[in-house]
Each structure stands twice: as C-alpha cells, then as structure tokens.
C-alpha cells in the first residue's frame, strides 16, 4: 500500500490547481492553439475536482499512523527512490494543518514540503505561514479556472471570439458541471466560507504572520468566494438557470443582509445580479438580423418554454413574508414584473396571460417596499458596482425597462408627487408642519438615474439613449454609435425615454427640483449626453418654453439659472456695508433660504459637469452677453457666503478653465479679485482670500471643501494656461504666491490639520501634489534659476563680524538625491484615492533636471 500513500512534492490541494489555472488562461485568455488540446487533457483528468469543488482529501487513519511514524521510518515521495525522513517539528505542524482545514494528513504534509519549498519566494515566512498562502491560492486557481471556463460558453450576452472547437469543448463540460448540483454547491461555499472565522481558525493555530501575510490570506479568501459568485453570474448572463436552481438562488438572497455603509457586498452583489439575468427577456428585441437564432433561444428559455417556470417563480414572489431585506425583495419582484411585461409583448404567450396581467401589482409591491432607493444605496453604492460592465448594462435595463414598458406607473408617480407638492404648500400654507408619511418614489427614481449615470468607467455613454433630438443634427459623429446615422429615426424606446427627461421638468413642483436636477446631471455626463443637455436648457428659456411654463419660464433653463445667480449676487453686493471688514466673514444666509442654495448648488454642478464635457458648451456660454458666468461667479466668490457654495463656484469655474482662451483670463481675473490674496494694499486693516477661509472657517469646521476646489481650480488652470507676466505692475510678476499658498498653507500643514472626515486629508493632499507633478513635469530648467543670488545685510556698527569669514552654505546634488531617493515612494500615503506612484514620479522629475545642472555646470 505505499503507492497510495506516496507524498506528492507538488502538494495536490495547490500544484495541479495551479496547472489547470495556467492551462485554461493559456486556452482562453491568450489564445495558444496548441492549449486547446493540453485544456481537453486536463478538464478530463480534473473533472472530478471540479465536480467535488473545493472538497479536501478527508482525514484517514492509516495516513494518520504513516505520518506518525515518519520520522523513522520516512515516507515514500512521488518521483523519488526510496523513503525521506520527516523531521518532528513538520509532522506536529502536519497534524495542526490537517485539523485546520480539515484535509488528510498527506496532503497536510504536502502543503507544508511545497510550503518549504516555495519559501525563497515568501521572505520572512516560516513553511507553515507559506502552506496556509498555497493552501487558499489553490482554491483560487481552481474558482478563477471554473469562471473562465463558464464565461467562455456559448450564450446570449457576449462571445469571447474563440474558437468553435474550444466554446463546444467548456460548453459541454460545463453543463456536465451545472446537472451534478452546481448551484448549490456554489452557494453552499459562499455561505460557508467566512473570512472572520477562518481568522479565527488560524489566529488559534498561530496560522497568520506579518500584516502583509494577513492582507494577502484575506485576499485569497476573499477572491475564492467572489469567483465562486461570479461563476454563477456568468452562467445567468449566458444561459438561464433551471426552475430549481433559480429556487435555490432565490433561497439565498431571501437571508442575503446589507455591509455597515448600508450597501451589498461584492459576492451578493453578483448573485442578485444573477437573479436579475434569470428574467432577462430583453436580448430577445435587440434586433432582429437572427430570427432564427432567437426563436431557438425563445424555446430554450425557461420563462417562455415552461409554464410552471412562471407558475412556481410567479407565486414565490408573490409570497407576503418579508425577506431580510425588503429592498432586495423589491428589487427582484420589479425585475420579474419587467419580464413578465416584456413576455406579454411578445408573440405566442397567450398561454401565459394570467401571470402576465399580474404585471402591475408585482410592480406595486415594489415600489412600495422603497425599490428604488435599495438600487441607488445598496447595488449602484457598492464598491463593486461599477467594476464590472454587465452589472451597469443590468441595471440600465432595469431602469429603462420599467420608463418604457410601464408609462402608466411612471405617470402614477409624478401625479402622486404633484398631489404630495400641493400637500406640503398648503401645509405651510397654514402654518402646520408638513405631513411626514409622503411617499418619495419619484424623487427616488430621479436620484437612482443620477447616480446610475454618474460614472461611466467603460464609456458606454448608455444615457444617450435618453436624448432624442427634436432636430436632425447636421453631422452623423454628434448621434454617437448607438444613435446610429444623423437622419435615421429614433427608436421608439428612446422616445419614451426622451419624452421622460422633458416632461418631468414640465411644471415641475419644488420637492422634486433639486432630484430633476441631479437627474439631469447624470444623463449630461459624456460628451454627447453634455451636448443635448445644454439644448434642452437653452430650448427652455425660449419663448416658446416661456408660453408653456408660464410668465416666469422654466425654472430649468440657463436663462432662469444665470438670472438668479445675478439677482443673488446683486443683492449680496447692496447688502454688505464694507467689504473690507466682512468680507470672508460668513453672516446668515441674505435673501436665500437654505433650499434656494441647495438648488443653486445643484445647478451648478449640473453646469460644471455640461461645460466639462462639451467645450462647444464651455464656449457658447462664457461668450453669451447677457449670462457673463465667470464675471458673475468671481463676484459671488468675493461675497459673503457660505463656503460650500463658494467650493461649487469654484469647481464651475474649473470646468470653464479647461479651454485655454478661458484660462488664460480667468488668471488675470483671479488676480484682480483677489480669491488668493497676493497683494497687500497700504492700510488694509486685515487680511482677505481664501488663506483666511482656510485658517479660520474650514480648519474650526474640520471640513476643507473650499480648499480642495481651489487647489482643483490651480491644478486644471496651470495645465490650460500659465501666464509669465500674471501680476505685473502690482506686485513682482509670477505664480510664487499661490505656489507658496499651496506648499506652506496647504500641504506642509495638511498633516496637521483636524479632518471630520478621515479620508478628506488625503484628498486635500493628492489635489495639491496634483498640482506639484504637473509643474515639475512641465519645468524646463535654466541654469540662471540656480545661480547663487547674494543679499546684503545691514548689520550695526560695532557687532561681531565673524560670519562674514564662514563658508557660504552649500547642499550638493548627491545630498539632494539621497534624501529624495529616501522617500518611502512604496508606502501608501493613504487610501486608493492617493497613488503611491505620484511621490515616485516626482522623486524622479526634481532628480533629473538637477542632474542637467550639475552635468553642466
């Protein structure tokens, strides 16, 4: 019985998982032909670890002995002649590692002889500490090795572009995979497998080293289970779970909880997503060059092919208990009432009407339970969200299904709105406080289609399927890819959506402003999008908007927008006595109630985000006679009021800086209104600008929203343009004040500084090292700028003279480079937002121009 027992060198919970991870990378990912033939090799030989998945080797008595005895009478090692002595010290480690993982005793010894192998590779880490690492990497191999190959299949959402041959190979394995249990297998682990409680586990069994060695275990932890998840997403994506299997999902998500900021986490996240692909009926209209192709997958779709699919799914949730989180509850229901909308719509599903009809409550349920904002907090708020592309497609969907395919309950939503507006004016009104019990669907709806849109890290620019010009544009390029050519016809769905954007701002009541607002702030983020955006609020302050809107015109207009912001800053200008005294002292809000602010704030951060995008926006703006917005919002910036405003208008004026013929005057207009004080007139009783607000408003606040939009505002303006000759004539011409603001006042003292939010002192430094980079990456160094300039003191008669005999301090290059090279360039200064890159990149820019200087000195 030796063969049996003989020790595998290569460890068979790590090596032969890793084999498999390379072969399916090089099959799939790269592409090697020749990998196809090793791939069907391997998935032959491993099929059933892949069929067990993620089961150990169990403990066995006669392995137990053999290792016990070991140490004398050695154990037979696969490849090698004869036995091999195991010390003491690694077979009590054997029987610690076996009870922690719960794995046979040979193959604990294995992992601890790979372990002490793979040593040189993992500095400072005993074997033991080496083991648990590949231990954990071999179920990753194995996870990532699944997802690869289910993410390869034949199906409705996407193609790798491989070849048929491969696709037909992981198509057929994989579907031998998901009729031996899959699924449950799958969700068995994610449940199982907990990253504290495997902590503990090793904690007790002194399994976890250095702070390094844990973020790397909790990674391959962490990476296990998210692989494990998205297998399952991908199979949804491609092909539909079986009646059962989707049972089980739903199981799971019934118990499914929320992180501590209130957001899903990544593994649940894809599951939901899961879910969401399940009731996907939508691939079936986009287009229709494949007839034939989708009438084969009509009839492989459960949700067509199986009445008791629908029957049994249809009645689960139908179900009155509450799940753990009812917004996930909603979330599902509102899917599986678009799917149910969407199968009404297509041919042959007569059979299928008295689930159908059942559309609209289902979607009642869900709105009920808050859908809308479970979908901005906890799904579109998760930090995974927008890593993956297919989750945004997703949830695009869900969204546009639901304006498009039920009109009735968005009309619904705005009525109950306008009706719960009447309500609150007539409250107030009376004197009486507003009712508290109002719903906020369609304020929820707004916010999610803002949020939803806000980011498009793959530019996808999905909300151009919004906008739908009410005129031909004169070039093909403006419509974008999806629009297809420059006269084609929209489709119909986008004039739903289109028709959606108009008429909520139509007679738009004052609770959902600020909501339509950021909506439209969302659907303006991309080039395009920022293009129609800006015609819509030119289009609203035309006559024509003004006959529809009445006397005042829409509230919604840049016409409306830029005539409040005049009026305000009009008023502020008659209202202060003195400048000079009250300047930067913020008095309570003149003129302006706190929700008249909130709506200036968020039209200007619609602005900012149009005029970032379109610079024909930026343009046709800042040249408009009447508007004028950079004087206007320089004036307002000069005023008395509150600093999170003044940080808006600064971050608007930063978008208009992005066009160098803006820059180059907002620099003199900076200048001459002093936002940085740069110049001290005679007489002046007290200091003025921004340095005040720093020091006195936003360090007692602990909060530097002003600062960071001015360092932005630098940052962007130096980039555009930089004027050599800025302040002539009123003070030494240069940028050495605001260099000297932004290293003394800012970063010198960022560290020091109270911060009510702990990740805003790192974003007070990246914004201003943003600043330093650029300059130092755009210096070009004269020899004249390091030429020793003597000064000549006045020292009084009769004082010791001796210094004047001492050698002139002198720092040399190496000094120099020394201490730049001793920056800690690989330690991360904070949080993802500040890379450790950056102080790399200027070690090197300040290293190398002094290097030219000495080479030519």
Sequence with gaps: ????????????????????????????????????????????????DFISLFRNPPKNVQQHEKIQKASTEGVAIQGQQGTRLLPEQLIREAFILSDLFDIGELAAVELLLAGEHQQPHFPGLTRGLVAVLLYWDGKRCIANSLRTLIQSRQGKTW????????????????????????????????????????????????????EKHRKEVSDLIKECRQSLAESLFVWTCQSPLSKDDTLILISYLEKVTVEADG????????????????????????????????????????????????????????????????????????????????????????????????????????????????????????????????????????????????PMKVKQLRNRADEDARMIHMSIQMGNDPPISLRRDLEHLMLLIAELYRKDPFNLELALEYWCPSEPLQTSTIMGSYLGVAHQRPPQRQVVLSKFVRQMGDLLPSTIYIPYLKMLRGLASGP??????????KVNGSSHAENIQGAGGSPVSWEHFFHSLMLYHEH?????????????????????????????????????????????????????????????????????????????????????GRSPEIAASLWQSLEYTQILQTVRSPGQRQAIGIEVELNEI????????????????????????????????????????????????????????????????????????????????????????????????????????????????????????????????????????????????????????????????
């Design 1 to 48: 019985m030796a063969a049996p027992l003989a020790v595998n060198s290569a460890a068979s919970l790590w090596g032969p998982y890793k084999d498999i991870w390379q072969t399916v990378m090089n099959a799939i990912w790269k592409r090697q032909p020749e990998a196809i033939h090793r791939l069907d090799q391997v998935l032959k030989k491993h099929k059933s």
């Design 159 to 210: 193609t790798l572009e491989l070849s048929q041959e491969l696709i037909s190979m992981t198509t057929r394995f994989t579907d031998d995979l998901m009729e031996q249990g899959l699924t449950q297998k799958i969700l068995t682990l994610v449940s199982h497998i907990d990253l504290n409680n495997e902590f503990d586990k090793l904690q007790r069994e002194r399994g976890l080293g250095s």
């Design 263 to 406: 957001s899903l986490d990544g593994v649940n996240l894809s599951l939901l997503m899961a879910l969401l692909y399940c009731f996907d009926v939508s691939f079936l209209e986009q287009g229709t060059e494949d007839r034939e192709g989708n009438a084969d997958l009509m009839h492989r779709l459960p949700l067509l092919a199986e009445r008791q699919y629908i029957a049994t799914i249809h009645t689960r949730l139908q179900e009155s208990q509450p799940w753990k989180l009812p917004g996930l509850q909603a979330t599902v229901r509102l899917a599986w009432a678009l799917a149910l909308r969407g199968i009404s719509q297509l041919s042959d599903v007569t059979a299928l009407a008295e689930f159908t009809e059942a559309d609209e409550a289902m979607a009642e349920l869900a709105v009920a339970d808050n859908v809308f904002l479970f979908l901005t907090e906890s799904v579109v708020g998760s930090e995974n969200f927008y890593q993956e592309e297919f989750y945004i497609r997703k949830i695009h969907n869900l969204v546009t299904d639901f304006l498009a395919l039920m």
């Design 528 to 537: 395009q999008c920022a293009h129609y955006c800006f015609s819509l609020l």
């Design 572 to 656: 502020l200008r008659k209202d202060l006595p003195s400048a000079d005294s009250v300047q930067y002292r913020h008095l309570p809000l003149r003129g302006i109630t706190q929700k008249e602010q909130d709506g200036l704030i968020a039209f200007l951060q619609l602005t900012t985000v149009i005029v970032n995008w379109s610079e024909n926006a930026r343009l046709a703006l800042c040249e408009h006679p009447q508007w004028t917005p950079v004087v206007v919002i320089l004036g307002l910036l000069q005023c008395s009021i509150p600093p999170i405003l003044k940080a808006e208008l600064l971050e608007t004026l930063t978008a208009f």
């Design 698 to 857: 936003e360090s007692r606040c602990e909060e530097y929203p002003l600062t960071r939009a001015f360092c932005r505002l630098i940052s962007t303006l130096v980039e555009s343009s930089f004027p050599s000759n800025l302040g002539a004539g009123l003070r030494p011409p240069g940028f050495d004040p605001y260099l000297q603001f932004l290293r003394d006042s800012v970063f010198l003292r960022f560290r020091t500084r109270a911060y009510r939010r702990a990740a805003e002192k790192w974003e007070v430094a990246e914004v201003v090292l943003e600043v330093f980079y650029k300059l130092l990456r755009d210096y070009e160094p004269q020899l004249e700028d390091f030429v020793d300039q003597y000064v000549e003191l006045q020292v009084t008669e009769g004082k010791d003279r001796d210094w004047e005999k001492e050698e002139p301090a002198f720092v040399g290059e190496d000094q120099v480079q020394d201490r730049l090279r001793n920056l800690k360039v690989h330690k991360s200064v904070g949080p993802d937002e500040l890379h450790p890159q950056v102080l790399s990149e200027l070690v090197d820019e300040v290293v190398k121009p002094l290097s030219i200087i000495v080479q030519k000195s």
